[in-house]
């Protein structure tokens, strides 16, 4: 994670991403020859740099762009060593790739807030990994803790955040006039969904956030997605709705659909229940192109090849989890058993890799208490369970 961070920091490799050149282009094709070993390292930094690339503005030059991200670097190390939290070590290690949204959040605070936010982002930062609690950040650096496993926000249009139908938060004048980012950051054990300004709902899966504005404004409607979010999207003829990852950005007009986004995830999928989307893949694809999803649809980013294939399938399969359950259909044991530690902040080991690849059809309640969950798998699955402690279980 050091040398990841190292990339931040040196400016060739920031200049190289962002405008390319011949020279630059030689340099890091024979660094990664002399050093394949941080070829994922790398590859990963450069994906988080072009999302930002995306955001950038007129208002900020190349040559502030690119001294920008040393400062984000220097000030979140800075707070890791004056906290000096060793659970905060522990928890990057475990979601790093949750974290290094910061980076890409930190580009978006300079375009929106201007560079005096840096402080307070890399604060936030430190702060907020490993909590397990819901956490909504406001663009005025508020920080509104949901103690509920299942939480709803709700946007209204005097300004008011109502959070579990019964607590209010109020935006400021001036907060309410400037356009700002918000955060909803939903922790592993947890659920929310979130009534955006424009009308659109979202609902987070567990290990999922989401940023978006205060507003919308202009011609389309952004947010930035890590984790699975299942969108109803409020038709807008004027303002398509966008959701950007790291790895695709997908566009929608008055839509439901699911979409799975998770960084430890080896693809990215993206389920169609009504209207149409479409989808586009980032980063440098010579013959990159659009992808337009129909109803039952499943688009698989495969971010080892970086292709994309479109099935059929049963879309209860993929959206069931915002209705409180999973429903499973000649599924893999192994990708149940994620879906479940996920939702429950539990670990689940498999005694044999080859039980991982079982398939098997059936239908959990997650309302349920985790081992009862765990027990209909199970039996569904004919494997044994066996507690280890309150969050580690086998399957054997």
Do not use: C
């Amino acid at each position: 994670m050091d040398k990841f961070l190292n990339y931040f920091e040196d400016k060739k490799f920031v200049r190289w991403v962002l405008y390319p050149d011949n020279q630059l282009d030689t340099f890091w094709k024979e660094y990664l020859e002399a050093n394949p070993s941080e070829k994922d390292q790398l590859e990963l930094a450069r994906l988080l740099l072009l999302q930002l690339q995306s955001k950038k503005e007129s208002a900020i030059s190349d040559t502030a762009t690119v001294d920008l991200y040393p400062e984000i670097v220097a000030q979140i190390e800075q707070k890791q060593k004056r906290y000096k939290v060793r659970r905060f070590a522990l928890a990057f290690a475990r979601y790093a790739a949750v974290g290094l949204l910061f980076f890409s959040l930190g580009i978006a605070y300079y375009y929106f807030q201007g560079p005096g936010q840096l402080e307070r982002l890399s604060e936030q930062a430190v702060m907020l990994q490993g909590n397990e609690h819901a956490q909504l950040i406001l663009g005025s650096g508020e920080n509104v803790s949901i103690n509920e496993k299942e939480s709803t926000v709700e946007y209204q249009a005097n300004g008011k955040i109502i959070i579990n139908s019964q607590d209010t938060v109020q935006s400021n004048a001036e907060s309410s006039a400037k356009q700002e980012l918000n955060h909803l950051i939903v922790p592993f054990g947890n659920s929310s969904s979130v009534k955006l300004p424009d009308g659109t709902m979202a609902y987070l899966n567990a290990g999922s956030r989401l940023v978006y504005p205060n507003f919308f404004k202009g011609k389309s409607r952004e947010v930035f997605l890590i984790g699975e979010g299942f969108f109803e999207v409020a038709h807008n003829d004027e303002m398509s709705f966008i959701v950007q990852t790291n790895d695709l950005s997908v566009e929608a007009l008055g839509t439901k659909f699911n979409l799975s986004a998770y960084p430890s995830d080896n693809r990215v999928e993206t389920v169609l229940v009504e209207g149409k989307v479409k989808l586009r893949e980032k980063g440098f694809q010579p013959l990159k192109r659009d992808y337009i999803l129909e109803p039952d649809q499943l688009a698989v980013f495969d971010r080892a090849s970086t292709e994309i294939n479109i099935s059929e399938v049963d879309v209860l399969n993929y959206v069931s989890w915002h209705e409180g359950f999973l429903n499973f259909e000649s599924a893999e044991l192994n990708r149940i058993a994620k879906k479940l530690e996920r939702y429950y902040n539990i670990n689940i080991m498999l005694s044999d890799p080859m039980l991982g690849i079982r398939t098997i059809t059936g239908k959990l309640k997650l309302k349920d208490e985790k081992e009862r969950a765990l027990m209909v798998l199970a039996t569904t699955a004919s494997v044994e369970l066996v507690k280890l402690n309150e969050r580690t279980y086998v399957l054997r």
